[in-house]
């Protein structure tokens, strides 16, 4: 065991885990945020995808050890970090997949949302190239992506109305 120092949706946490506990394992396992599926487990799904210090990253691929003192988000902390900028609910991006149908069984989903966060904290106006380079790493076995692709499109076009993706 070894305690690993992260700071995961913005607060300060102490964690006791495994050495070898992948930072998705610690998530899940250590700190109940089961919001980041366990997909492929190696790699190839996008399903585990956090954002660190704003960039996407594989959480199953990420050693704890990789990402102390850096800022670790999580699908929950999104709607966290919405009410924090004055929104409320869910985030623009969460809503615009919502009400896009942008799903199926879901499990892609917070993976999904994650990685589009990252491009529309990058990139204002992304086109639909943009959006599917930005999501090629994330797989969907259900809806085909096109809804996914107009759920992105439509929080770019939202955002600027509530302040926040
Ligand atoms: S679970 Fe991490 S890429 Fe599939
Ligand atoms: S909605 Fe089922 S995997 Fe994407």
Known sequence: MRVFHLKING???DVAAPEHYSLLEILRYELGLTGSKQGCDKGDCGACTVQVDGA???ACLAL???VEGKSITTIEGLAVQHCMDGG???SVLQNAFDEAGALQCGFCQPGMIMSAQALLE???SPN???IKQALSGNLCRCTGYTQIYTAVEAAAKN???HGSA
């Open 56 to 58: 996407p990253m594989l």
């Open 11 to 13: 607060d300060s946490v």
């Open 122 to 124: 990058h990139n204002d």
């Open 88 to 90: 409320e609910g869910a």
């Open 159 to 161: 955002r600027g109305d």
């Open 128 to 130: 639909r190239d943009d």
């Open 64 to 66: 704890p050890s990789m």
